[in-house]
């Protein structure tokens, strides 16, 4: 990977995040409004960037063993890193449930919203794809220990199973499943697809930006000590753990580099929905959210630059 396209891919995104922050200030986002761009976004650009990975990639034995070692690793790594967290929530001065939400947010990152289009850019359709698979892991840690840890129980709740079911899991699935039986779409098709992925990297930043007025205005303020922790633990120590371990590791290069690219993503946009969901601390969620988005544009290209000296 270059380091160099890392950077300027980077700074393109802080720059359209600024734009939606300019656009949010001039004309701030509805329920309906933010409803319409999320629905757009998971529903449209991230099933196609999906889709456009899976028929641009010739899948060979040799793809289908990474996407089975991507998603292990990912289930794996964001388990531990919500375990991680939770032992660092474990030294402040506050409750169980504020510490299982606290661990949340140090382990599980945005790694659908920003990390799929950041690996297309970085890697190609081949990246868009892993990055889709690692986002899956995520999806099934959310929804699973994630929905566990805020319930504060030990079992699983079809609620929370059927929240798996979603457009970009299911073009995940469907993708490989043609691939699988040798389906190719006829080019036009192929063309939709390809196109319709381009929206998801700007899209996704300009929400990004249109958001923070509304957090920044509209939310409480949110003690320093709380937000603190799980900022250091998902940009920091979580990534170049990481990327000590994957040093270690005889691990396929691509895997490698895709994989501390997901784990070095910011806190998950729906940290704050989540919380709502479940009687969490919605302000708490939202504001790490922003504040860890906002870092990650300086922590992704120092982590990945950490890593590959640790891979050399």
């Given amino acids: ?185 006829p080019e036009p098709a192929k063309q939709i697809f390809r196109t319709l992925s381009k929206l998801a990297s700007p899209l996704a930043m300009l929400y990004i930006g249109m958001l923070m007025p509304h957090f920044l205005l509209a939310k409480r303020l949110v003690p320093i000590r709380l937000i603190s922790v799980p900022i250091i633990f998902k940009l920091f120590l979580f990534p170049l753990l990481t990327a000590l371990l994957l040093s270690v590791y005889p691990i396929d290069a691509e895997i490698a580099s895709i994989t501390l690219i997901q784990v070095a993503m910011p806190t998950l946009t729906l940290a704050s929905i989540l919380f709502a969901r479940y009687a969490g601390d919605e302000e708490m969620g939202a504001m790490t959210t922003l504040i860890s988005t906002l870092l990650a544009l300086l922590t992704i290209p120092a982590v990945v630059y950490m890593g590959s000296l640790l891979q050399h």
């Fill in 1 to 185: 990977m270059e380091f160099q396209t890392l950077l300027q891919s980077i700074l393109i995104m802080a720059v359209i995040i600024g734009i939606g922050g300019f656009i949010g200030f001039r004309q701030p986002l509805t329920n309906d409004s933010r409803q319409l761009v999320i629905t757009i976004i998971v529903n449209v650009a991230l099933p196609c960037i999906i889709l456009d990975g899976i028929f641009q990639t010739l899948i060979d034995d040799q793809l289908w063993t990474q996407i089975i070692i991507t998603f292990l690793i990912s289930v794996l790594l964001n388990c531990f890193g919500i375990f991680m967290g939770w032992l660092g929530a474990r030294a402040l001065p506050v409750d169980e449930k504020k510490r299982r939400q606290i661990a949340i947010l140090s382990g599980l990152g945005n790694t659908g919203f920003i990390g799929i289009p950041l690996c297309a850019a970085l890697f190609g359709p081949k990246g868009a794809l892993l990055a889709a698979i690692f986002d899956a892991g995520v999806d099934i840690v959310l929804w699973t220990v994630g929905v566990m840890m805020l319930q504060g129980r030990g079992a699983f709740s079809l609620r929370g199973l059927k929240s798996l079911i979603n457009i970009p899991m299911l073009a995940i699935v469907g993708g490989l499943t043609f691939a699988l039986i040798g389906f190719v779409p």
